[in-house]
């Protein structure tokens, strides 16, 4: 594990916008794990700006979400399906029929997560995957107890979580969905790269036990700590709990791989 600080929001989604660039500018068939909320639509807004203004090409890019919400339609706005359609997919050329996300409609739930890991699998895997951390120290919706090898299923949402996505359902908790379809933890170790943000003094003590504290199901992010290739990128606010930051920023300023992000 990487750990890189940035010195505010902008500067952390402007490079984990960067990474994402340089690894599909290097492969344009590349399979991309994507993830929502709050924190990513800077990053949608880099990876949007390197289309207009590079030609970064999507064309050939397949993307899988990380989860969806059990009951909403993919044309509710609320959805994350409506969310990376405003979000991404309709910003840049990426083909529609190459986006996936779980069906949270599915008439036979347990057959649609069988049917996402094995859409995953026949693409040869995720190349890239972009997480970010919830409060409960989930990645995905695998929340606290989460079993360390599992696969995408439906998965109830906890009151944390729940409490933190209301202000996409009018600040109303009680409209928010109580379940979700959601990729696995072992699912996503399985990405040959992953790439987390997470900013904001808010996230700073969750960040503190994913990256630094034990590796533990009741903070599935700290799984990450297994990863072969995993890159967390923080700013100032969230890293402000961490142990290691001299050595976390040396790091940063001495190994060849930043360079041209570090300019």
């Given at each position: 594990m990487e750990v890189i600080?940035?010195?505010?929001?902008?500067?952390a989604a402007r490079l984990v916008g960067g990474i994402i660039a340089k690894e599909l500018h290097a492969r344009p068939q590349l399979v991309l794990g994507l993830a929502?909320?709050?924190?990513m639509e800077k990053v949608y807004d880099e990876l949007a700006r390197h289309h207009r203004e590079e030609k970064l090409d999507f064309s050939l890019c397949r993307t899988f979400n990380l989860d969806e919400y059990i009951g909403l339609a993919p044309d509710d706005p609320r959805s994350y399906r409506a969310y990376m359609n405003r979000q991404l997919f309709g910003r840049v050329n990426i083909d529609p029929r190459n986006t996936h996300l779980p069906d949270g409609m599915a008439r036979d739930l347990s057959a649609e997560c069988r049917h996402y890991e094995h859409l995953i699998h026949d693409c040869g895997g995720i190349d890239v995957q972009l997480l970010g951390i919830g409060r409960s120290g989930h990645i995905g919706f695998n929340e606290p107890l989460s079993a360390l090898r599992s696969r995408t299923r439906e998965k109830a949402l906890a009151p944390t979580t729940i409490e933190q996505n209301a202000i996409y359902f009018d600040n109303d908790p009680a409209k928010v969905p109580k379940r979700a379809i959601t990729m696995g933890?072992?699912?996503?170790?399985?990405a040959h790269r992953c790439v987390v943000l997470v900013t904001g003094k808010a996230k700073a003590d969750i960040v503190a036990k994913?990256?630094?504290?034990p590796i533990t199901a009741m903070v599935t992010a700290s799984?990450?700590?297994?990863?072969p290739r995993c890159t967390v990128v923080v700013d100032e606010a969230a890293a402000s709990k961490l142990q290691g930051t001299d050595y976390y920023r040396w790091i940063?300023?001495?190994?060849?791989?930043w360079a041209e992000f570090r300019r």
């Open positions: 600080i940035r010195p505010d929001e902008q500067s929502t909320g709050g924190t933890v072992g699912t996503i170790l399985e994913a990256v630094e504290g799984v990450l700590q297994l990863h940063f300023e001495n190994e060849p791989e």
